[in-house]
């Protein structure tokens, strides 16, 4: 069995972290290769011109599958921008429910749920709040499958983590909402 040698088709860079058990990523561009595990010797030909492939390697056609993550610059934007909304979702709907018999029981269940719903909805049906569609980007599954509720719930429970939107200060532009539940934001093309 031969080794592998990966250069990434966009930087030329050799740094990669696995993905998945098919999927490796730049850690410097962010570019997926896929990588499609064949049983015992095979006669393999080569499909990509910066890796050499292992007698039991093969890499996957990508066709639209390898994608950019978006920069900081894109994040911030988002960040702002869907706080702003949420934030003038909950007040309008704190307005709109005013000082009726119950009001005040509804505004704290409204204020509990108005934030979390605004990403959970936006984000599982589109992979897109207000401000991705601003930006340009999108949310998605490492893989760059569709997102669906149940991952974008859990991105959501994990943006109340004390400090979690200074991660991606620390982390190449993942934030912990990102990287727990295996999801990324990319350049939407």
């Given at each position: 069995?031969?080794?592998?040698?990966?250069n990434?088709?966009?930087c030329?860079s050799?740094?990669?972290?696995?993905?998945?058990?098919?999927?490796?990523?730049?850690?410097?561009?962010?570019?997926?290769?896929?990588?499609?595990?064949?049983?015992?010797?095979?006669?393999?030909?080569?499909?990509?011109?910066?890796?050499?492939?292992?007698?039991?390697?093969?890499?996957?056609?990508?066709?639209?599958?390898?994608?950019?993550l978006?920069?900081?610059?894109?994040?911030f934007?988002?960040?702002?921008?869907?706080?702003?909304?949420?934030?003038?979702?909950?007040?309008?709907?704190?307005?709109?429910?005013?000082?009726?018999?119950?009001?005040?029981?509804?505004?704290?269940?409204?204020?509990?749920?108005?934030?979390?719903?605004?990403?959970?909805?936006?984000?599982?049906?589109?992979?897109?709040t207000?401000?991705?569609?601003?930006?340009?980007?999108?949310?998605v599954?490492?893989?760059?499958?569709?997102?669906?509720?149940?991952?974008?719930?859990?991105?959501?429970?994990?943006?109340?983590?004390?400090?979690?939107?200074?991660?991606?200060?620390?982390?190449?532009?993942v934030?912990?909402?990102?990287?727990?539940?295996?999801?990324?934001?990319?350049?939407?093309?």
């Amino acid at each position: 069995m031969g080794t592998n040698t990966i250069n990434c088709p966009k930087c030329g860079s050799s740094n990669f972290y696995s993905v998945s058990d098919n999927v490796i990523r730049c850690q410097y561009c962010g570019s997926n290769i896929f990588i499609e595990q064949q049983p015992g010797p095979s006669q393999v030909q080569q499909k990509n011109p910066y890796i050499t492939l292992s007698d039991d390697m093969d890499v996957l056609d990508t066709q639209g599958k390898d994608y950019q993550l978006a920069s900081n610059g894109q994040r911030f934007v988002n960040f702002i921008v869907d706080r702003i909304t949420s934030y003038f979702l909950l007040f309008l709907v704190i307005g709109l429910a005013g000082d009726g018999p119950n009001g005040g029981e509804y505004l704290i269940l409204l204020a509990f749920l108005m934030i979390p719903l605004y990403y959970i909805l936006l984000e599982g049906y589109s992979g897109k709040t207000l401000g991705k569609l601003i930006s340009r980007t999108r949310a998605v599954n490492e893989d760059g499958s569709k997102l669906g509720y149940g991952t974008a719930f859990v991105r959501t429970i994990c943006r109340i983590i004390p400090f979690e939107p200074f991660s991606i200060l620390f982390s190449n532009g993942v934030c912990w909402h990102d990287s727990i539940p295996k999801t990324r934001v990319i350049q939407d093309k």
